[in-house]
């Protein structure tokens, strides 16, 4: 028995690798949300409005630098906000802290995680540039500033340099914050997303075998643990027609029976045991309700005891015992009523153990729950 039960262990572990770690990987190549930065269009101190399209050239070149980096989302608003103008014009010792509350407020209506504000004055021929980066998580301004002498083909270069230092000081704040987040996380969360989207279950069920074989044997109980992952459970899954119904099952079966009394024959026992991977498909009714379909392969291990003279028992000299490993098809159909994360279900299997004289065929009416991580 025990070396069996070791078997039976090697075989879960590899159903473990050979399921849980490729939906692992896919998860790690789904990217993650990105970061939302709000660039404003930029307020024009200028005397005369002729330099008025800068307010938007300067932030929509912002935006096609910061785009480069693929890790933020970039929204451009056309109603600017000077910082300057804010910090001149008010009366209070606070001034900053009250313009770093009205932009947090602002970055809460939007979800902004950073926003991008400035001005610019352009006065004979010379363009003078003032942008801030606020850090809505740390609470805290950027400022950089640059003057052209120019506003011919130098004035570009001067652009693409505060471009520049935005962008070097987004994305350094941008990894401080990612950095922090990964020293708040639990050691265990690693583990909890290998394993979340995946149910863990046990079925009790009665078992009916048929032919031959239920001429010897009486009808048993059968127990079933079972590892069930919808492929819904994968983004880029979620709306593919067909494969958004899947589901991959791993089940593991036990029972063991008694030969009738017969007066002609020796008493026996029979115990099997069964591992099978399945593919099920889900009709969803509701989000509390389902129908499923599934159809699977894999081994069988069967053991049959007959007893000897003595009639103790398996504690008996045995007058036979043969254990043999043969394929096992699996065919089932079952609802399955859903309660937040516990699932409760009831249905009817039929199963084939491919003996090679007299296949072993048998149902199970069946019932279990299962929990949904």
Not at 150 to 174: F, P, R, T
Not at 202 to 215: L, Q, S
Not at 217 to 244: A, H, R, S, V
Not at 295 to 309: T, V
């Amino acid at each position: 028995m025990i070396k069996r039960i070791s078997k039976i262990t090697a075989l879960c572990i590899i159903i473990y690798i050979n399921i849980i770690i490729p939906f692992y990987l896919k998860a790690e190549e789904i990217p993650k949300t990105k970061d939302k930065v709000v660039i404003y269009h930029l307020n024009d101190n200028s005397k005369s409005d002729q330099f008025r399209y800068y307010s938007y050239i300067i932030p929509t070149t912002l935006k096609f630098e910061l785009e480069k980096e693929k890790i933020f989302q970039i929204n451009l608003f056309p109603d600017p906000i000077d910082y300057q103008q804010f910090i001149d014009s008010s009366q209070s010792d606070d001034a900053e802290q009250n313009f770093i509350d009205i932009l947090t407020r602002k970055a809460e209506e939007l979800s902004a995680e950073y926003m991008i504000i400035g001005s610019y004055t352009a006065e004979k021929r010379k363009l003078s540039i003032n942008i801030q980066l606020f850090d809505v998580n740390a609470q805290e301004i950027f400022e950089t500033y640059s003057d052209s002498e120019d506003l011919g083909a130098l004035l570009q270069d001067v652009i693409d340099n505060l471009s520049k230092d935005i962008k070097d000081e987004l994305l350094n704040s941008y990894n401080r914050k990612k950095d922090d987040e990964k020293d708040d996380l639990s050691p265990f969360l690693g583990f909890y997303n290998v394993i979340s989207g995946f149910t863990f279950g046990f079925n009790y069920g009665i078992v009916n075998i048929y032919g031959n074989w239920g001429d010897i044997y009486e009808n048993p109980k059968m127990i079933t643990g079972y590892i069930q992952y919808e492929l819904n459970n994968i983004d880029f899954l979620k709306e593919t027609p067909i494969l958004k119904n899947i589901a991959l099952s791993a089940n593991y079966d036990f029972f063991s029976s008694n030969s009738r009394d017969n007066e002609n024959t020796n008493h026996s026992f029979l115990s099997v045991t069964g591992i099978t991977i399945n593919m099920v498909y889900l009709c969803r009714f509701s989000s509390y309700f389902n129908l499923a379909f599934s159809a699977g392969w894999g081994q069988s291990e069967s053991e049959i005891y007959i007893e000897g003279e003595d009639g103790d028992g398996p504690y008996s000299t045995p007058l036979s015992e043969n254990t043999t490993k043969d394929n096992l098809l699996s065919f089932s159909v079952y609802t399955n009523i859903i309660i937040s994360h516990a699932h409760i279900m009831a249905g009817y299997a039929y199963k084939t153990i491919l003996y090679s004289d007299d296949p072993l065929k048998y149902s199970v009416f069946y019932f279990g729950m299962g929990y949904r991580i």
